[in-house]
């Protein structure tokens, strides 16, 4: 933890310099945050309002922080939990299939309009849809964001061995599913 | 040899989806992340003054809800009776109340008769065959007439 993120710390604490070190947090981590949900939940409304849950939480809690690990991987790991508790509650409360909510998921990136990808990036991204939820993360955060996995361990909670297998189960899915989908 | 092949398989993804460093192909609406600081404070504060209004009301609800029962066993209570003594009995009853004692005989035997036990009364009707018969002179009836006695004061005398 640097000498800044340990004063931004400081002063999301204070009560007097609170306000001003939150906004400051929300400037410098939102679209990292953002896209981090978005690719999770696949819909912009839903990461929008996901984001500022996690944010919210953040508000209250951030005296309880324990400052255990950087202030970072504590708003990644709420915004994770967050993204797959909203998944969780989406199956709960239907009584369609997981299969169904694969497919609800693949007809959100197909309707969504803030997509904007070539056929083939639509492609990669149905064939991602298809992972399990954890998995799905764990490819998106080794593939897009480039985490290293002592990174990606700290916020998943989940040994570098675990992640690493994970990965390469996610990319064997992903070629496989490109493949049947070019027969 | 499994690492050796995970290593491999990573190669591959370069291979086979061109640069890896590919940015989703998701966009926001336009000024998104402008505006997103702005409405997330207005949610906060929306949420916290829910927070102190519910409160306030938390610590209402009961004294609320104890004024409401006591005004429902009132209501509850005060119809039947209302019911029971009817406007007619209840206005006669009020008259009656504030009629002035030298004024309607009814009111002078009620007052009368709110004395004597029923017991008195009924013996003293019963037995007025076994009355002796007073001498009825000029003097005593004149004394009655001008004392104006009802039936009531009349056989309660002794």
């Known amino acids: 933890m640097d000498l800044n993120e340990k004063e931004l710390i400081a002063n999301l604490k204070s009560v007097e310099k609170r306000e001003k070190a939150f906004q400051l947090l929300v400037k410098t981590y939102q679209e990292r945050l953002y896209w981090h949900i978005r690719k999770i939940v696949m819909n912009h409304d839903d990461a929008d309002d996901i984001l500022q849950n996690v944010y919210i939480k953040v508000w209250r809690n951030v005296d309880g922080f324990r400052e255990d690990s950087s202030i970072f991987t504590w708003l990644f790991r709420i915004a994770t939990n967050e993204s797959l508790t909203h998944l969780q509650k989406q199956r709960r409360h239907s009584v369609i299939s997981m299969n169904e909510i694969t497919d609800s998921l693949a007809e959100s990136l197909e309707t969504d309009v803030y997509f904007e ?11 991602i849809i298809q992972l399990p939820d954890k998995q799905r993360i764990v490819f998106n955060m080794k593939y897009f964001d480039e985490m290293k996995y002592e990174e990606m361990s700290e916020i998943l909670n989940t040994s570098v061995g675990a992640l690493k297998a994970s990965f390469h189960f996610a990319v064997k899915k992903i070629e496989d599913f490109l493949k049947e989908d070019l027969k | 040899m499994y690492r050796k092949e995970m290593k491999e398989k990573d190669k591959n993804i370069e291979h086979q989806f061109g640069n ?3 940015e989703p192909p998701f966009r926001v609406p336009e000024g998104y992340f402008e505006t997103f600081a702005d409405r997330l404070k207005a949610r906060i504060e929306e949420e916290e003054h829910h927070v102190i209004k519910r409160s306030v009301f938390f610590y209402l609800k009961p004294v609320l809800s104890m004024a409401a029962s006591i005004a429902l066993i009132i209501l509850l209570v005060n119809a039947p009776i209302r019911k029971f003594l009817s406007p007619e009995k209840v206005d006669l009853a009020v008259q009656q109340s504030n009629n002035d004692s030298s004024g309607s005989n009814n009111s002078i035997s009620e007052d009368l008769l709110s004395y004597l036990s029923e017991d008195q009364f009924l013996s003293a009707v019963t037995d007025m065959d076994n009355l002796e ?13 001008a004392a104006d006695y009802n039936d009531y004061e009349i056989i309660t005398e002794n």
């Open chain 1, 117 to 127: 990808g070539s056929e083939i990036e639509k492609k990669l991204q149905l064939a």
């Open chain 2, 133 to 145: 018969p007073r001498t009825l002179s000029a003097d005593n009836l004149a004394h009655y007439i």
């Open chain 2, 20 to 22: 890896p460093k590919i």
